[in-house]
């Protein structure tokens, strides 16, 4: 099983929409998760954390359900500028930065005029 | 100036060869680590330093090893090049919770 899944799309969004995706983690032991961004040939960059009481940053909120081990992501009023793909990251076991990050696959949005 | 810089951006080399990436970070982080991205997109880690300390080493081959002169570097050496190893490698460096990515070595062997 992996360790960190999502629906790798591509979703295609005509802009302006509401688009959410989600990722499902294996470990429950995990203590942090983000989701990240990398746009084609990119390093990937920090879109925003994910906590159990729900974050939102702009047209972005983001849900993590630590009983189901599972978390998301959703996009509000789509951009084109939103076209990327998203990767659901965790961090392990003890929590600490020297334990990297677990990336998933990554679901590719794009989002069409 | 740039947090986390690799070089070189590019590098097509034959198979067999031995090269190096470099890494440097000017953040003061005391993590970095090198991630590979395969064709297939998958971002997996590596290695990570911590002080000059290796803390994770993935199921990564013994041809490939990390070498940190200073906490600001974590350069990464690859012997006897395979085609397999064609990939993007990407160094990063992090305090504890947040990561910064450098911008990526877009290795093909040949």
């Known amino acids: 099983r992996k360790e960190v899944e999502q629906d790798p799309g591509p979703f295609n969004v005509p802009e302006g929409a509401t688009v959410a995706f989600n990722c499902t983690y294996s470990n429950s032991a995990s203590q942090s998760f983000f989701w990240y961004r990398q746009d084609c040939r990119k390093e990937p960059k920090l879109l925003m954390s994910?906590?159990?009481s729900g974050n939102e940053d702009g047209r972005f909120t983001a849900q993590l359900n630590r009983a189901s081990q599972y978390i998301s992501l959703l996009i509000r009023d789509s951009k084109l500028s939103d076209s990327a793909t998203y990767l659901c990251v965790v961090t392990g076991y003890s929590g600490g930065g020297a334990d990297g990050l677990t990336f998933g696959k990554g679901t590719h949005l794009i989002i069409q005029p | 100036d740039t947090a986390v810089s690799q070089t070189p951006k590019y590098l097509v080399t034959q198979m067999g060869n031995d090269k190096s990436i470099k890494c440097e970070q000017n953040l003061g982080h005391d993590t970095m680590y090198w991630y590979k991205q395969d064709s297939k997109k998958f971002l997996k880690i590596m290695f990570s330093?911590?002080?000059?300390?290796?803390?994770i080493n993935e199921t990564v081959p013994n041809r490939f090893s990390p070498k940190s002169p200073d906490k600001a570097h974590l350069n990464l050496h690859i012997n006897s090049l395979e085609l397999g190893d064609s990939a993007v490698y990407f160094c990063?460096?992090?305090?504890?919770?947040?990561?910064?990515f450098g911008s990526g070595t877009r290795l093909t062997v040949v």
């Open positions: 330093y911590n002080n000059k300390e290796l803390i």
């Open positions: 994910v906590y159990s």
């Open positions: 990063a460096s992090s305090p504890g919770r947040s990561y910064t």
